[in-house]
T-cell receptor
Framework: DTEVTQTPKHLVMGMTNKKSLKCEQH?????MYWYKQKAKKPPELMFV???????INESVPSRFSPECPNSSLLNLHLHALQPEDSALYLC?????????????FGPGTRLTVL | AQSVTQPDIHITVSEGASLELRCNYS??????LFWYVQSPGQGLQLLLK??????LVQGIKGFEAEFKRSQSSFNLRKPSVHWSDAAEYFC????????????FGDGTTLTVKP
């Protein structure tokens, strides 16, 4: 099973709402990632978790709060977002964070902030 | 800092024709190189990767890529394009000091004419 699942597929939220994105993998991978992708642009790395600890935070605003409750699950908690945060949010996982470790991507959550 | 350039924003080819997508990188040493494909509304799928050894790399879906150190290039090729190959293609690099962190090119949109 080489699948990374993400829920929900689509999310519409207001600027005062609190919502969460969920990512799950059952490949035994120990590294998980959040990316943000605007239309017609490449993915931008947001966070990297390695062995359930945050290892990279790409200076992401605090209105985005990642959480890794266990090795299979990665959440992204959203609060007080801005319309410019509307994007496709991609989750990925890999065996580890070595350069040789292939990242497997989920289908993404399409987020719209009104 | 390393960078990745995909010179062609959009390429149109006829079904059955050959394809070459260009990727150039800027980095002093040899980075680890990847090609990903993204269909509309989907996550990224790894087509192939190069770490070392044979400079001609075979991937999935009939794709191959050739690493040319002298030209700092890693071009993606396919001898005969299928309509289902229409998608966005991203070249990415990972260097040693940023393990777990990929730098993506801006992508090339492939349109396939019947």
């Amino acid at each position: 099973d080489t699948e990374v699942t993400q829920t929900p597929k689509h999310l519409v939220m207001g600027m005062t709402n609190k919502k969460s994105l969920k990512c799950e993998q059952h490949m035994g991978h120990r590294a998980m990632y959040w990316y943000k992708q605007k239309a017609k642009k490449p993915p931008e790395l947001m966070f990297v978790y390695s062995y359930e600890k945050l290892s990279i935070n790409e200076s992401v605003p605090s209105r985005f709060s990642p959480e890794c409750p266990n090795s299979s699950l990665l959440n992204l908690h959203l609060h007080a977002l801005q319309p410019e945060d509307s994007a496709l949010y991609l989750c990925a996982s890999s065996q580890g964070v070595l350069m040789t470790d292939t990242q497997y991507f989920g289908p993404g959550t399409r987020l719209t902030v009104l | 800092a390393q960078s990745v350039t995909q010179p062609d924003i959009h390429i149109t080819v006829s079904e059955g024709a050959s394809l070459e997508l260009r990727c150039n990188y800027s980095y002093g040493a040899t980075p680890y190189l990847f090609w990903y494909v993204q269909s509309p509304g989907q996550g990224l799928q790894l087509l192939l990767k190069y770490f070392s050894g044979d400079t001609l790399v075979q991937g999935i879906k009939g794709f191959e890529a050739e690493f040319k150190r002298s030209q700092s290039s890693f071009n993606l090729r396919k001898p005969s394009v299928h309509w289902s190959d229409a998608a966005e293609y991203f070249c990415a690099v990972v260097i040693n000091t940023n393990a777990g962190k990929s730098t993506f090119g801006d992508g090339t949109t492939l349109t396939v004419k019947p």
